[in-house]
Nanobody, 128 residues
Framework: QVHLVESGGGLAQAGDSLRLSCTDS??????????MGWFRQGLGKEREFVAA????????NYANSVKGRFTISRDNAKSTVFLQMNSLKPEDASVYYC???????????????????WGQGTQVTVSS
């Protein structure tokens, strides 16, 4: 059973960096085949795509708002995906969610409906 646990959120100042982690604590044996994504949801806003990585190929996708500042990566051996966030801006403040797409439902990596497991979220606060 996939069980995603995020960590690494917190308070940062504009321009700072944070690194989020997401681990499948269930150590699912097929984790290496999942597409993994990061989404975020600000207060009163809809959940939006941030970044995704196709586990097997390592190809990545980024939202335009974070391209060049955020980097998604993975550690296969630890069933963990990371989101390195540099040059943080106040508008990056959100609850960040990790998601796993364990089967191909035909959705693009940017679509949250394509993911079937979600973590509980980790809060990122950025002060100006």
């Amino acid at each position: 059973q996939v069980h995603l646990v995020e960590s690494g959120g917190g308070l940062a100042q504009a321009g700072d960096s944070l690194r989020l982690s997401c681990t499948d604590s269930g150590r699912t044996s097929t984790f290496s085949t999942f597409r993994m994504g990061w989404f975020r949801q600000g207060l009163g806003k809809e959940r939006e795509f941030v970044a995704a990585i196709n586990w097997s190929s390592g190809s990545t996708n980024y939202a335009n708002s974070v391209k060049g500042r955020f980097t998604i990566s993975r550690d296969n051996a630890k069933s963990t995906v990371f989101l390195q966030m540099n040059s943080l801006k106040p508008e990056d403040a959100s609850v960040y969610y990790c998601a796993a797409a364990t089967v191909n439902r035909g959705y693009a990596a940017t679509v949250n409906r394509g993911y079937d497991y979600w973590g509980q979220g980790t809060q990122v606060t950025v002060s100006s």
